[in-house]
């Protein structure tokens, strides 16, 4: 079946530092790939997604490139804010719909960003 | 526009009792799903409706969790009788085609507590 790993939480990292949140999937055919973030007390948003290999997703500063031949999806920020504290969870869509099925989840990733 | 919205937002019950939440999508979305996510688990999908049919319910737990959707609009999860493994948040999340493909726009989710 479909899954999705990424690294365990919490990371803890100062303000500017560079990010990098690891994730590795394991589908059958060609699935589209995304990342959700989830702030305290608010619902999963999507940051950004790829629906190819090859495809680089980019939203706020977050970047990630869907990696076919290692299976991953890491998402990165160049220099992270107290305010991208939250919940980011890796998914993926496997029947090519670009998300319109159901998505498969990782666990999530608490990011915490100290001043 | 209002996004996806999910009543009540907390709930608690004991084992046995039956409880029914509601999602409303957003407004023209004829996609609705339902997850849930575990207490340290990844949030799992449960069923996918496109309009007021069942697309998906492969991920449904078992005979005690019946999802409606009513006319294609709101839809409703029941749980009967609840059991302890039950508890969770729940997640509703609706999307419609663009041009980007499609995006799930997720509610705050219902906090469920079965005692």
């Known amino acids: 079946g479909n899954s999705v790993t990424q690294m365990e939480g919490p990371v803890t990292l100062s303000e500017e530092a560079f990010l990098t949140i690891n994730c590795t999937y394991t589908?059958?055919?060609?699935?589209?790939l995304f990342w959700y973030v989830q702030y305290p007390g608010e619902g999963l948003q999507l940051l950004l997604k790829?629906?190819?290999?090859?495809d680089k997703g980019s939203n706020k500063g977050f970047e990630a490139t869907y990696r076919k031949e290692t299976t991953s999806f890491h998402l990165e920020k160049g220099s992270v804010q107290v305010s991208d504290s939250a919940v980011y969870f890796c998914?993926?869509?496997?029947?090519?719909?670009?998300?319109?099925?159901?998505?498969?989840f990782g666990k999530g990733t608490h990011l915490i960003i100290q001043p | 526009e209002a996004g996806v919205t999910q009543f009540p937002s907390h709930s608690v019950i004991e084992k046995g009792q039956t409880v029914t939440l509601r999602c409303d999508p957003i407004?023209?979305?004829?996609?609705l799903y339902w997850y849930r996510r575990v207490m340290g688990k990844e949030i799992k999908f449960l069923l996918h409706?496109?309009?007021?049919?069942?697309?998906?319910e492969s991920g449904m737990p078992n005979n005690r969790f019946l999802a409606e959707r009513t006319g294609g609009t709101y839809s409703t999860l029941k749980v009967q009788p609840a059991e302890l493994e039950d508890s969770g948040v729940y997640f509703c999340?609706?999307?419609?085609?663009?041009?980007?493909?499609?995006?799930?726009?997720f509610g705050p989710g219902t906090r469920l507590t079965v005692t």
């Open positions: 790829a629906t190819k290999a090859d």
């Open positions: 998914a993926l869509s496997d029947r090519g719909g670009g998300g319109a099925d159901g998505l498969t």
């Open positions: 589908a059958t055919g060609y699935p589209s």
């Open positions: 999340a609706s999307s419609q085609r663009t041009g980007r493909g499609y995006e799930q726009y």
């Open positions: 407004s023209g979305h004829d996609n």
């Open positions: 409706f496109v309009k007021e049919s069942k697309q998906d």
